[in-house]
């Protein structure tokens, strides 16, 4: 039978084109975010952060970009590779020291 | 450099029993803290610690505890374990300094499994 909760939203892309993997945040105070990659038994791997007084930030083939009217944030892979197949989680810093994360991502990359 | 390193990798207990899981931070980082992951989910956050002291509690029950050293490892206690606890548990470290936040960096996780 299937487990509750291992229904990720997932992407399928192919190799070479780019991904986009959305995240809706909840906290309008919130002022740090993180995307984190999570590989099968491993933990969480960090891709890129910004902060709340930018926009968009890019990184090595990774863009992330943030809308603070809609609560919205995105992580943009550029040429996906399969090495780029995991979950992707996006994280908020509000208030506090902690980071709230969301639900997770799985990206599949396909030859 | 070392990442954070987390011991031990994998752990099976029974319902009742206490665990403990230790941590050791990036070199140079004096802030840890502890998530919990299940299966499927996102990290949930637990603790975080600073210079030895508790900086931060998540919504977890009394019998979650931890504590970090004058090295700045740390341990996460948990008492009369529930099935429900079974979960990937992550720490974490970070530069971060008083009243700052920097990002975190995980270690692999220890993988507790009660039955």
């Known amino acids: 039978g299937e487990s509750v909760g291992l229904h990720l939203p997932t992407l399928s892309v192919q190799e070479g084109d780019n991904s986009i993997i959305n995240c809706a945040y909840s906290?309008?105070?919130?002022?740090?975010f993180i995307w984190y990659k999570q590989e099968s038994g491993k933990g969480p791997q960090f891709i890129i952060d910004i902060r709340s007084n930018m926009d968009k930030r890019q990184g090595q083939r990774v863009t992330v970009l943030l809308n603070k009217t809609v609560k919205h944030l995105s992580l943009q892979i550029a040429a996906t590779q399969p090495g780029d197949s995991a979950v992707y989680f996006c994280?908020?810093?509000?208030?506090?020291?902690?980071?709230?994360f969301g639900t997770g991502t799985r990206l599949q990359v396909f030859p | 450099d070392a990442g954070v390193t987390q011991s031990p990798t994998h752990l099976i207990k029974t319902r009742g029993q206490h665990v403990t899981l230790r941590c050791s931070p990036i070199?140079?980082?004096?802030?840890v803290s502890w998530y919990q992951q299940v299966l499927g989910q996102g990290p949930q956050f637990i603790f975080q610690?600073?210079?030895?002291?508790?900086?931060g509690r998540g919504n977890f029950p009394d019998r979650f505890s931890a504590r970090q050293f004058p090295n700045y490892s740390s341990e996460l206690n948990v008492n009369a374990l529930l099935l429900g606890d079974s979960a990937l548990y992550l720490c974490?470290?970070?530069?971060?300094?008083?009243?700052?936040?920097?990002?975190?960096?995980f270690g692999s996780g220890t993988q507790l499994s009660v039955l």
């Open positions: 610690y600073y210079e030895k002291e508790e900086r």
């Open positions: 070199s140079g980082h004096k802030s």
């Open positions: 994280a908020e810093k509000g208030n506090t020291d902690k980071l709230i």
């Open positions: 906290n309008s105070a919130s002022d740090y």
């Open positions: 974490a470290s970070s530069l971060a300094r008083q009243g700052g936040f920097e990002k975190l960096f």
